[in-house]
């Protein structure tokens, strides 16, 4: 079985702090995401990588950084964390040529 | 643009009743559609996917998905719940610009009561 984790289940952060989130995946996949799910907006992508050091900006990459120095790890960073970023934070993995994401069990993030 | 509706944001049926979850998307092309399923304090699991073939798709838990052409639609179906079914529910179309890249609708929540 393919396993996504994620470093923590449960974060709470300060306004301005910088925040990292970190994924491992086991499967050697090539690619990789990092989501916010937020209620009544569904999954919205922020960052994907298709490949050690290569990152392609989702559709809210603003306020987010990532980086992905080993295929197995995917990590996101906000650099200075506010109070709009709290959210679940979901990561998945996809194999190539494959069309099944496997997700981790998220990150709940509280930023006061 | 492309784009998945999820009407409903809560669906509620009772135990051994059929169950139906709607979707509706937006999509030029031939469209690549999923479900997931995410249950309480875990990540999305999927269920099921259409590509290309009979409308009707058969996934995991006994859930199955017609995909509608003409209506733009990919209803997910189960002929009896289960409490366990009780769950988060997504629909999700691969944007045409990505091989990769998921559009995924706001969800439903699916509660199945005794």
């Known amino acids: 079985d393919v396993k996504v984790t994620q470093s923590s289940r449960y974060l709470v952060k300060r306004t301005g702090e910088k925040v990292f989130l970190e994924c491992v995946q086991d499967m050697d996949h090539e690619n990789m995401f990092w989501y916010r799910q937020d209620p009544g907006l569904g999954l919205r992508l922020i960052y994907f990588?298709?490949?050690?050091?290569?990152?392609e900006k989702g559709d809210i990459p603003e306020g987010y950084s990532v980086s992905r120095e080993k295929k197995e790890r995917f990590s996101l960073i906000l650099e200075s964390a506010s109070t709009n970023q709290t959210s679940m934070y979901l990561c998945?993995?996809?194999?190539?040529?494959?069309?099944?994401?496997?997700f981790g069990p998220g990150t709940r993030l509280t930023v006061t | 643009a492309q784009s998945v509706a999820q009407p409903e944001d809560q669906v509620n049926v009772a135990e051994g009743n059929p169950l139906t979850v709607k979707c509706t998307y937006s999509v030029s092309g031939n469209p690549y559609l999923f479900w997931y399923v995410q249950y309480p304090n875990r990540g999305l699991q999927f269920l099921l996917k259409?590509?290309?073939?009979?409308?009707l798709v058969k996934g995991s838990y006994g859930f199955e998905a017609e995909f509608n052409k003409s209506q733009t639609s990919f209803h997910l179906k189960k002929p009896s719940a289960l409490v366990s079914d009780s769950a988060l529910y997504f629909c999700?179309?691969?944007?045409?610009?990505?091989?990769?890249?998921?559009?995924f609708g706001s969800g439903t929540r699916l509660l199945v009561r005794p």
């Open positions: 998945a993995s996809l194999a190539g040529g494959s069309d099944e994401q496997y």
């Open positions: 999700a179309v691969r944007a045409m610009d990505s091989s990769y890249k998921l559009i």
């Open positions: 259409y590509i290309t073939g009979d409308n």
């Open positions: 990588s298709y490949d050690v050091k290569m990152k």
